[in-house]
Structures are given as structure tokens and as C-alpha cells.
């Protein structure tokens, strides 16, 4: 079933540490963005990508948005993200997580409830690009990107946010698997181990 909610893949990263855009990391036939793509188009009714280099994405099909404030981090990724959706409920994503199982994003968005956010904590860290955001929250964004306030870790602390632990969410699946990221060579060598598993 699509679910009525909008899939943002976040495009934005000058992948530094793998030298070349991280979104173009061919795992198997197919590169990480093309994965997530084909995931969300058969998920969401809507499909969005957030990058400041659109060209690179206009064969895929979908709307590609630019920063609304140019290039403040994953901040200003997030803000454009809750501008231009068209739903409400917005399960944004970082380029760079082939693997996530669309079963957790269900469950996620199905936790929204009322709340400004689900966001997964794995390891003592909240994943702020792998979570689900209510439109309602974008003032608060708004307002810290025009106060230079970059950290997500500030934004959240305003935010009503329901924090889903590992325990949660393992009946997905590996939690190591669904948010495994790729964010350097090494780990798109595992990627590409992992694929025939998890693809």
C-alpha cells in the first residue's frame, strides 16, 4: 500500500571522506540513489529529492528541491524538505542507507501521532536523518536557520520528538543492517557484501 506521506531523500553532502558523491556509490547494478528511489516511489505518493546540485538528479523522475538556505548543513536539508512536501507526515532519509527496511519507516510514521518527530536512537545517538518530521515543526527550523543555530541537536531539544530505542526496533530486522550508512570506501566495500543479503 503508498502510504499518503512524503519520502525525502537528503542529497546534499559533500561527501568529503569518500571523495566522490556518495549518492552515485554503485553497490550492485545500481547506485544508492537509485536503490532509494525505486524503494520510495512504491511507498509514498510522494517522492522528493533535497540537493544543491540538481542537475545530477533529473533522470530520475521525481522533484528535486535546492537548499532554501544555501548550504547550512543537514539543517538547511530538513527545513527545504518540510517546504516543499506536500503531506504532512515527511520520512526524510540520507542518501547514504541502501538498506533501510520500509517496514521500521511504516512503523515510524505510524508513531508520528500527534508528535513533531520519530527518530531512532541507535547507540546512544538519534539519527536525525532517518527519521520521520510533522510540517508543523518547520517554524522551529525556520527560526534557527535565520538565527544561525546549526546544531540538530538544539532544533530537537525545542522539538516534540518520540525517540524509538534499538529494542523497538529490532523486530525489523538488524539494527546494524537498516542503518548501516555509507559514508567511506571501507564501507562501501562492505555495502557491496552486504547487498545480495539485504537487496
Not at 532554501?68 to 517546504?83: D, E, K, Q, T
Not at 545517538?125 to 543555530?149: C, D, G, M, W
Not at 538544539?154 to 546494524?176: P, R
Request: aromatic share 10%; charged share 20%.
Amino acid at each position: 500500500m503508498i502510504m499518503k506521506a512524503s519520502g525525502v531523500i537528503l542529497a546534499g553532502g559533500k561527501s568529503s571522506r569518500m571523495q566522490f558523491n556518495k549518492a552515485f556509490a554503485r553497490i550492485t547494478a545500481e547506485t544508492v540513489i537509485e536503490i532509494l528511489v525505486k524503494k520510495f516511489r512504491v511507498h509514498f505518493d510522494e517522492t522528493i529529492i533535497i540537493s544543491n546540485d540538481p542537475e545530477l538528479y533529473s533522470e530520475f523522475g521525481v522533484n528535486v528541491y535546492t537548499d532554501i538556505f544555501a548550504r547550512l548543513g543537514p539543517v538547511a536539508g530538513i527545513h527545504s524538505a518540510l517546504s516543499h512536501a506536500n503531506n504532512d507526515a515527511v520520512f526524510l532519509l540520507g542518501c547514504d542507507m541502501p538498506f533501510i527496511n520500509m517496514a521500521t519507516v511504516d512503523y515510524m510514521l505510524e508513531k508520528l501521532n500527534g508528535h513533531d518527530t520519530v527518530v531512532p536512537e541507535i547507540k546512544a545517538h538519534i539519527q536525525p536523518t532517518a527519521a520521520v518530521y510533522h510540517r508543523k515543526s518547520l517554524p522551529i527550523f525556520s527560526r534557527h536557520l535565520e538565527e544561525n543555530k546549526l546544531k540538530l541537536i538544539w532544533i530537537f531539544n525545542e522539538l516534540d520528538a518520540l525517540v524509538l530505542n534499538e529494542s523497538q526496533l529490532k523486530q525489523f530486522g538488524q539494527i546494524e543492517d537498516i542503518f548501516f550508512n555509507i559514508n567511506d570506501q571501507e564501507a562501501l566495500e562492505k555495502a557491496r557484501t552486504m547487498a545480495g543479503r539485504l537487496l
